[in-house]
């Protein structure tokens, strides 16, 4: 069965700093993997997704993430924070073959500090 | 598109009684799927249907909780009675298909005094 594992639920960071929310999958097929984001008092939307083609991912408000098959991760990153950026981050894996339902992560909640 | 609508935003109901909560999802999409959030336990796949059939659902708690979909534009998820530790934000979902992007509606948020 697939899985997935964001094994930061907190993280810290300064304004203006870069971050990387870590994100990691298991499968023994190809995936489809996907991250939300949840800011308070909302529901999930979208933030970027791979399909996929190209390993690098380049979603809305200057997030990207990278796909790497080898070590079965999927980071997201953005090279400066904002104040707005202060939300709940959820990575979602499924397979890419058959009939499957979307497997989110526990969320990692960002706090960009002033 | 409105986008996912749900109902009642906010609902406060004494233990033992029945809640209901609405959904209505994105006009063309045939799949649907409830979700429940808390502090506790994250994010949880209650149940989702295709084409207005159930087709999972391993992950509603227990015989109190029942969800329908009588047409592809409305959905209901169900407590019956209600306890307090059902105290939750429960989202309802859309999509085009299972693994391809849902489209979250905006919430209950459900406290059972």
């Known amino acids: 069965a697939q899985s997935v594992t964001q094994l930061d639920s907190q993280v810290p960071v300064f304004e203006e700093a870069p971050v990387e929310l870590r994100c990691n999958y298991s499968?023994?097929?190809?995936?489809?993997l996907f991250w939300y984001v949840q800011y308070p008092n909302q529901g999930l939307q979208l933030l970027l997704k791979?399909?996929?083609?190209?390993?690098l991912v380049k979603g809305i408000n200057g997030f990207e993430a990278e796909f790497n098959k080898s070590q079965t991760s999927f980071h997201l990153r953005k090279p400066s924070v904002h104040i707005s950026d202060t939300a709940e981050y959820f990575c979602?894996?499924?397979?890419?073959?058959?009939?499957?339902?979307?497997?989110f992560g526990t969320g990692t909640k960002l706090q960009v500090i002033p | 598109d409105a986008g996912v609508i749900q109902s009642p935003r906010h609902e406060v109901t004494e233990m033992g009684q029945e809640v209901t909560l609405r959904c209505k999802p994105i006009?063309?999409?045939?799949?649907l799927f409830w979700y429940r959030q808390t502090m506790m336990r994250g994010l949880e796949l209650l149940i989702y249907?295709?084409?207005?059939?159930?087709?999972?659902d391993s992950g509603m708690p227990e015989d109190r909780f029942s969800a329908k979909m009588p047409n592809a534009s409305f959905s209901t998820l169900k407590i019956q009675p209600s306890e307090p530790r059902d105290s939750a934000v429960y989202f309802c979902?859309?999509?085009?298909?299972?693994?391809?992007?849902?489209?979250f509606g905006p919430g209950t948020r459900l406290l059972v005094l």
């Open positions: 979602a894996v499924t397979f890419s073959g058959g009939y499957q339902k979307v497997t």
């Open positions: 006009s063309g999409h045939d799949y």
């Open positions: 979902a859309s999509s085009l298909e299972a693994r391809e992007t849902q489209y």
């Open positions: 249907f295709n084409n207005n059939v159930p087709i999972d």
């Open positions: 499968s023994s097929v190809s995936v489809y």
């Open positions: 791979y399909l996929s083609g190209s390993t």
